[in-house]
């Protein structure tokens, strides 16, 4: 099993006092596209699972 974890990208935009998430995505360009958009005070989190080893 060489499955490969699924990459998620966590676009999220600065409302003080804090960060709140707006859009969670597997696809890259979406969360680009979204952030893009959004403007300023946005970062991309880009999470991906590490892989089991038995």
Known sequence: ????????????VFEKPHWRTVLTSKDKA????????????VRIEEITPKVKKR
Request: charged share 30%; glycine share 4%.
């Open 1 to 12: 099993m060489t499955d490969k974890p699924a990459t998620t990208y966590i676009v999220s």
């Open 30 to 41: 979406k969360a680009l596209a979204a952030a893009e958009e959004i403007g300023d005070k």
